[in-house]
């Protein structure tokens, strides 16, 4: 099993930059898939990002491709979210997520088992 806590939101302007950090514990992290998924208010969750366990392969979102680039450092159990050109249309909650079900689901919040609490972000115009 594997715990994860995000960190990095906050308050940016549009075209800012921000980093989210999602700090993972547990001993199976470096074999494990992690997903970046968002959700503004009033709507659902929706898949941003997700990079497989050796880093060796990330997907996005087209809505995000170009701006956003997942990665991860094994050795510090530790994944990022580095978020660029930042759009109002980008605010909302950011969670990371694992325990994939299948790389063939990757797009779906309902195929990962883990989640952590969230963090916030905001992009003003």
């Known amino acids: 099993q594997v715990q994860l806590v995000e960190s990095g939101g906050g308050l940016v302007q549009a075209g800012g930059s921000l980093r989210l950090s999602c700090a993972a514990s547990?001993?199976?992290?470096?074999?494990?898939?992690i997903g970046w998924f968002r959700q503004a208010p009033g709507k659902e969750r929706e898949f941003v990002a997700v990079?497989?366990?050796?880093?060796?392969?990330?997907y996005y979102a087209d809505s995000v491709k170009g701006r956003f680039t997942c990665s991860r450092d094994n050795a510090k159990k530790m994944v990022y979210l580095q978020m660029n050109s930042l759009k109002p249309e980008d605010t909302a909650v950011y969670y990371c997520?694992?325990?994939?079900?299948?790389?063939?689901?990757?797009?779906?919040?309902?195929?990962?088992?883990?989640w952590g609490q969230g963090t916030q972000v905001t992009v003003s115009s």
């Open positions: 997520a694992t325990g994939l079900r299948g790389w063939v689901q990757r797009t779906s919040s309902k195929a990962y088992d883990y």
């Open positions: 547990g001993r199976t992290f470096s074999s494990e898939n």
């Open positions: 990079i497989s366990w050796s880093g060796a392969i990330t």
